[in-house]
């Protein structure tokens, strides 16, 4: 998995975000360059308790086998809710309302 800050997030009729890197990444365990494989789908929870479903770009090295995924910063790998959801739940950030279930924002607090 490669962990991109520099993109741009377009979205499209279908409702799609597509995640545009304005960088090159080497693969990260061979540091060869890679070829892009396609795109994957992506669901990722907003603060506000709706759905953004982000197309994120796959890419294989044929040194070591490998298929990465680029996943933009406001990702939190393996979560399902976003970065700056669980930042503000982990922070306790009143001004900003979470919606969620409280079971669901004591998993955050406890990981």
Known sequence: MIVISDYTLKEDKNGLTHVHSNETNPCPDCQREMMQ????RRKVRRADGTWMILLIRRFYCFQCKRVHHELPDIIVPYKRHGAQTIENVINKNEETPVIM???????IENW
Do not use: M
């Open 37 to 40: 494989l396609g795109t994957k």
């Open 101 to 107: 279930e409280e079971s669901t924002i004591k998993r």
